[in-house]
């Protein structure tokens, strides 16, 4: 009996055949195996090379059409090159099958270590794309180890748990931001003495925190920002204001984006007022207003200590002379009267009543549901958690990634986020079918038909 076991198959002989009449299968190989013995050598004999295992089982696919039989045979072969060649050829020498003439034709000559190698080569790639993915660069690593040295700075004070860098209560100097985010990110970039208000509503931690500090707010370049420098002022002494880009928030922002924007900072204003919204009305040109006129964006034409003032809730009346002729400012934290809250007869400066303060800015958080415990995990991690219908985590990933991920995750129920939900990040949700947007915050969006936006405060 044949041995048809190959250990290794280096060609595969394809022959096509067409017999004038109807055979059998077991007919054509015996008129392969009769007709060529002794027609090529006894080393190249058919059953001597089968069961020296040189030579694997003949394959026959037929079947009749019109009275004639056609087909395909397979040959596995371990013979090298032109062995095999030469055993293709007298296959071709056969010309009848029993009775019916016959003809035989080699198609081709498969390399079976060519298609052996495509596959070895395929499966390499994959295997390196993965090995490539799984291995971060040096430079991602140091970046990561930065980011977790300076970030471990980071405290919290107060009954508020106020995210502050370590600095903060030592430098006279201080820096106040929105928020927990923005707070990171300013140590992630070497600035220690940070402060986060944590929203609109002023804490009373902030208030004494700020006592006999110079204090500069740095706020996201939107109307959100500019209100909560408005409540700021309101609350505490602040000697400048600077701005991120216009559109950004100070999280996102860059090392060389944020040393930009403090070099930039401006003298606050009490006459400081938000700028209008640019959805509804074009914003003005900034160039050419002269800064001594009031309703300037950051209030440059601040009121000189030496004129007088009233305290009354009444009409007020302001002369805007030559700024040449204005006594100087000084830049020092001496008294400072207390400015009337519009529509109360009381007074939040810094020498004000703490008591009432705290009654006019309570800190509250909004109730998000099943997605307030994700929320409170991911808490100061400025990271994303994708869920599926059932709350459950899909995958977690840095809020910076979140953008160019989102395809990946593509219907899914929900992403809670620790930082902003932006008109990027909105838009974005709505293309890939995003059901819900959970965050800290929002900046300036619309409202979307396709995805639900909760935020935090």
Do not use: W
Not at 94 to 108: A, I, L, Q, R, Y
Not at 236 to 258: H, M, Q, R
């Amino acid at each position: 009996m044949a041995k048809t076991y190959l250990s290794t198959v280096k060609y595969v002989i394809k022959t096509e055949f067409t017999v004038e009449g109807i055979v059998d299968k077991h007919d054509i190989i015996g008129a392969i195996f009769g007709q060529s013995e002794g027609l090529i050598g006894e080393e190249m004999d058919l059953k001597e090379l089968q069961k020296n295992g040189k030579l694997g089982r003949i394959e026959v696919e037929a079947e009749t059409k019109s009275g004639k039989t056609l087909g395909t045979l397979t040959i596995p072969s371990s013979l090298d090159r032109v062995q095999t060649s030469i055993l293709a050829a007298a296959i071709e020498s056969v010309d009848k099958v029993g009775p019916c003439n016959s003809e035989f034709k080699t198609d081709t000559i498969e390399d079976a270590r060519r298609e052996k190698r495509k596959v070895v080569t395929e499966r390499a790639k994959e295997l390196l794309l993965k090995m490539g993915l799984d291995m971060p660069e040096t430079q991602e690593l140091t970046e990561s180890i930065r980011e977790k040295a300076r970030t471990s700075d980071l405290k919290e004070i107060g009954v508020e748990k106020i995210a502050i860098g370590p600095e903060a209560e030592t430098s006279e100097e201080l820096i106040l931001v929105e928020g927990r985010a923005d707070v990171i990110n300013l140590l992630k970039h070497g600035i220690k003495n940070v402060a986060g208000v944590g929203g609109a509503r002023v804490p009373l931690t902030i208030v004494n925190l700020a006592k006999g500090k110079h204090v500069t707010v740095f706020v996201d370049g939107d109307r959100g920002g500019d209100i909560i420098a408005r409540q700021l002022g309101r609350a505490i002494k602040i000697e400048f204001i600077s701005k991120a880009p216009d559109g950004k928030e100070v999280e996102e922002l860059t090392l060389k984006e944020i040393l930009s924007s403090l070099r930039k900072k401006v003298e606050f204003s009490a006459d400081f007022e938000p700028r209008r919204d640019t959805r509804t009305r074009p914003q003005r040109e900034r160039t050419g207003r002269p800064p001594e006129r009031r309703g300037s964006r950051f209030g440059t034409d601040r009121r000189s200590p030496s004129r007088p003032r009233s305290d009354s809730l009444g009409p007020r009346t302001r002369s805007f002379g030559n700024r040449d002729d204005r006594p100087p400012r000084s830049r020092s934290f001496g008294d400072r009267r207390e400015r009337p809250s519009p529509g109360r007869g009381r007074s939040f400066g810094r020498q004000g009543d703490v008591s009432e303060f705290k009654k006019e800015y309570p800190l509250k958080a909004n109730d998000l549901g099943d997605f307030t415990k994700p929320m409170k995990e991911l808490e100061g991690s400025l990271k994303a958690r994708v869920l599926d219908d059932k709350k459950k985590v899909i995958k977690e990933l840095n809020v910076r990634d979140l953008l160019k991920e989102m395809g990946k995750f593509k219907g899914v129920d929900s992403i809670v986020l620790d930082g902003i939900i932006t008109k990027r990040l909105l838009d974005e949700a709505g293309k890939n079918k995003v059901k819900q947007l959970i965050g800290v915050k929002k900046g300036r969006i619309e409202e979307s038909k396709e995805v639900k936006v909760s935020t935090l405060y």
